[in-house]
């Protein structure tokens, strides 16, 4: 039997905080034991808005290093750079003449970038989710793990393969591409700002406190918690929509203390912030200390993180270069392997 595949990435834009690994990276952990897993740091996606040489090599490196500080192992899953496997642009620029471009322009995320942006809007930023469909294609996923925020362009990858490539190209009994599913799961697939429980937490919030980083020393996490929203009710709640600090700091609650979420809800049932907020500290300190321990080995001797991400590098050519060939052929380029 061949183990169903899942492959998901994060930007490695600034530090990766809590709202990442709740909301995507702790489920890759999971799957990696039932599943074929790749996982990339999606630098091509990075360049969609202006950046910064130093720090994208820099923030390369250091989120494939968090990948492993947070479990995921390099000799159950392939780890990669994106930018590193020509095949995403290659392919990226064939299902871009496939894709309408209505279909671009509909994208939540874009039209929330790019109001941001002004005038300055790249033709990458519009082309970022055509990409992304090319990331998840290329490797026959089945599954794609990701936050709330992305099931739109998730679907976006699901009708190019269906609608776009496999019925106009293949046929009924010989798709070209696998058309994948996503996964999101329930609990904290979007983690909230800590500044105000309406916003999503985000890396490009201008309020660091807003978000704690997986790197965050423990007295600044100490400080960002001191200072997180609250309101003025007793004892902590799901759902309550005038409460939306209180559903999602006990969210977060209850993964990072292993509660649980009817464990957790209980126990705070009565509580006030004022016993919450320690408490709620300590889990997070313990919770990231682990995490920030070997995050600081891989980055000191970056051997060993050179050569997970080689041997990421060889597994993702091999199976990209496929599936690419696949499309090509099917395309009608001269191929010659
Ligand atoms: N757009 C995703 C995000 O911001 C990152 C991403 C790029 C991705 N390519 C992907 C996620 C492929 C899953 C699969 O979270």
New binding site residues.
């Given amino acids: 039997m061949t183990l169903k595949r899942v492959?998901?990435?994060?930007?490695p834009t600034g530090d990766i905080h809590i709202g990442n690994w709740l909301g995507?990276i702790r489920n890759w952990v999971e799957l990696q034991q039932t599943h074929e897993t790749f996982v990339c740091v999606?630098d091509l996606?990075a360049i969609t808005t202006p950046h910064d040489p130093k720090s994208l090599y820099k923030s390369s490196l250091s989120t494939a290093a968090l990948y492993i500080a947070c479990g995921m192992d390099p000799n159950k899953c392939s780890i990669f750079i994106q930018s590193q496997i020509p095949a995403h642009t290659e392919l990226c620029w064939i299902l871009n003449c496939l894709t309408p471009l209505n279909w671009m322009e509909r994208m939540i995320q874009f039209k929330e970038k790019a109001i941001k942006q002004g005038e300055n809007v790249s033709i990458g930023l519009l082309d970022y989710p055509v990409l992304?469909a090319a990331?998840?294609l290329l490797y026959d996923a089945d599954l794609?793990p990701?936050?709330e925020d992305?099931k739109q362009?998730l679907e976006l990858a699901r009708d190019i393969a269906s609608q776009r490539v496999n019925s106009k190209f293949g046929t009924k009994n010989n798709p070209i591409l696998r058309v994948p599913k996503p996964l999101i799961l329930k609990e904290c697939a979007k983690v909230m700002s800590l500044t105000d429980g309406t916003k999503k937490m985000s890396k490009s919030d201008p309020n660091e406190n807003s978000r704690i980083s997986l790197l965050d020393h423990p007295d600044v996490i100490s400080k960002k918690i001191k200072r997180a929203k609250t309101d003025s009710e007793i004892g902590l709640e799901y759902g309550n929509f005038s409460r939306p600090e209180a559903d999602n700091l006990l969210s977060i609650y209850s993964i990072i203390s292993g509660l649980g979420k009817e464990k957790a809800a209980l126990n705070c049932r009565e509580m006030g912030w004022g016993t919450f907020k320690p408490e709620f500290t300590d889990a997070m300190i313990n919770i990231l200390t682990p995490i920030q321990k070997q995050y600081n080995e891989l980055m000191n001797d970056k051997g060993e993180l050179n050569r997970v991400l080689e041997k990421g590098k060889n597994t993702a050519q091999e199976v990209s270069h496929v599936t690419l060939n696949r499309v090509k052929e099917a395309l009608g380029f001269y191929t010659s392997s």
């Fill in positions: 492959l998901s990435g994060v930007q995507a999606v996606h992304m990331d998840i794609v990701v936050g992305q362009h």
